[in-house]
């Protein structure tokens, strides 16, 4: 069996690396692709995903022999086990590395073995994270230990990016069953290490919680009270890297507005922003779909009470700032004001707590204070400043006026008059620092979260 394993391997490997893009990006396709005749990329197509469920059985087969020697005499101290699981480690991230971009310009049975074969490997990878979950590390077993996948980032980075990658399919039907063959596995493998589950990798299933089709939000919600009562506040966590990922996909989408245009030109720019605002529509359905799936009436977990409040402050804070993460140039000033109207949707839970009123006031107060009284307040959109109006407004947080300089808060009631009409005010702040963002953080692109610094604890605290 090792000799086989070794063999297949090494065909599995030769055959990749022969029909991969470089790795100094360039764009130039690999002559492979042309010098051979299409029956031949086909038959390597599935050689490699039949080669894959191959390596992926004999580990299987390997670890249940090893296990048979942990409380007896005999074995090879798991050595072999070891050997075969790092050798498909290693031909899944040469699989991932397959990835193409859906718009290039190649061969539809180049796209095609992309596809077949990156789907494959998230379907073995997920299967060998739970095979060998994180939580071996703690095991006593010397070669359990070793083959624990403590580091799984470069099999989540790949998932990730090809699960983005077929968003658009996935929400047209274009191909039967795609949401049982890719989604299913990903959340087989969240549900079986959600104690130490990756976020980001959760919310990018989550976001097929709707517009994919009624098998994927079906599935999605299984998957969602599964996660649920394992680690409810990670499954918080995981709702916002869902939500600001969708908010970032529509920033980046909006359409720009042409200058001196013809008809045509004015034609198309109306449609597009039509349907960019359709699109933000979709996500705060989204975002409802996700706030009413953490229970019915009142919340499934009591862990969840304290953590919604970091939740809507991370939020807040999120919506008020204006960096950008790649390390560019700062966005310009209220840009992602937007996003307030996606957060309220989880203020139900958290609006009926007084001392959680409160301390949102405190922290919207003085955020929304900032922004009013920096220089570029004036360049700031109207309908961006409709959504700290219609936050207010929902949060229950009254609207702040100015009067013979001290700071009065009216309650909405009072406050349906006059609006519109803000000035700059300095609130009172909280005798407790605002709880740390949500540790969803900002993943890299192999997948590894990345906990986001700022002020405060942890988000349940």
């Known amino acids: 069996v090792e000799k086989l394993s070794v063999a297949t391997s090494e065909s599995i490997a030769r055959d990749l690396n022969d029909r991969k893009f470089t790795d100094e990006g360039d764009d130039k396709v690999p002559e492979i692709w042309e010098s051979l005749p299409k029956d031949i990329h086909l038959l390597v197509e599935e050689s490699v995903v039949a080669g894959l469920s191959f390596l992926f059985s004999t580990t299987f087969w390997a670890y249940g022999e090893h296990l048979k020697t942990i409380d007896g005499e005999g074995g090879d101290g798991g050595v072999a086990l070891v050997a075969m699981r790092d050798r498909l480690l290693k031909l899944l991230s040469l699989s991932f590395e397959m990835y193409v971009e859906e718009g290039q310009d190649i061969r539809q049975y180049h796209k095609s073995f992309s596809r077949r074969v990156q789907a494959h490997a998230i379907n073995i990878a997920c299967d060998l994270r739970n095979l060998f979950p994180k939580r071996f590390q703690n095991k006593a077993d010397t070669a359990l230990r070793a083959c624990a996948l403590s580091d799984d980032s470069h099999l989540i980075g790949g998932t990730v990016r090809f699960l983005r990658c077929q968003e658009q399919q996935l929400s047209s039907d274009e191909i039967p069953d795609l949401s049982r063959r890719l989604l299913l596995p990903i959340a087989r493998g969240l549900c079986g290490n959600w104690m130490l589950g990756n976020r980001r990798e959760a919310g990018a299933v989550l976001n097929h919680i709707t517009g994919s089709g009624s098998e994927a939000a079906d599935l999605v919600s299984a998957m969602s009270r599964a996660l649920k009562k394992v680690e409810p506040v990670r499954l918080l966590e995981a709702h916002m890297a869902c939500i600001r990922q969708g908010f970032d996909d529509w920033v980046e989408a909006e359409p720009e507005e042409p200058q001196d245009p013809s008809d045509e030109e004015e034609e198309e720019f109306e449609e597009a922003d039509k349907a960019h605002k359709a699109k933000f529509e979709l996500i705060e359905h989204q975002a409802k779909r996700l706030s009413a799936s953490l229970g019915v009436g009142k919340l499934s977990d009591k862990s969840?009470?304290?953590?919604?409040?970091?939740?809507?402050?991370?939020?807040?804070?999120?919506?008020f700032s204006t960096d950008d993460p790649s390390g560019e140039e700062n966005l310009f000033l209220g840009a992602r004001l937007p996003f307030l109207n996606l957060l309220s949707k989880y203020l139900n839970w958290v609006r009926k707590d007084k001392n959680a009123v409160e301390m949102i006031r405190a922290d919207f107060n003085q955020r929304e204070?900032?922004?009013?009284?920096?220089?570029?307040?004036?360049?700031v959109m109207e309908d961006d400043l409709q959504s700290i109006v219609d936050f207010r407004k929902a949060a229950n947080l009254g609207t702040f006026l100015v009067e013979d300089d001290d700071e009065k808060t009216k309650d909405d009631a009072s406050a349906a008059s006059g609006s519109a009409s803000y000035r700059s005010i300095v609130s009172k702040t909280s005798t407790q620092k605002s709880l740390s963002p949500l540790p969803e953080g900002e993943e890299d692109q192999e997948g590894s979260d990345v906990e986001e610094k700022s002020e405060g604890n942890s988000l349940a605290s």
Not at 308 to 318: A, D, I, T
Not at 369 to 379: G, I, S, Y
């Open 369 to 379: 204070a900032d922004l009013r009284n920096h220089p570029d307040v004036k360049d």
């Open 304 to 319: 969840l009470k304290p953590a919604l409040l970091g939740f809507v402050r991370e939020g807040v804070r999120f919506a």
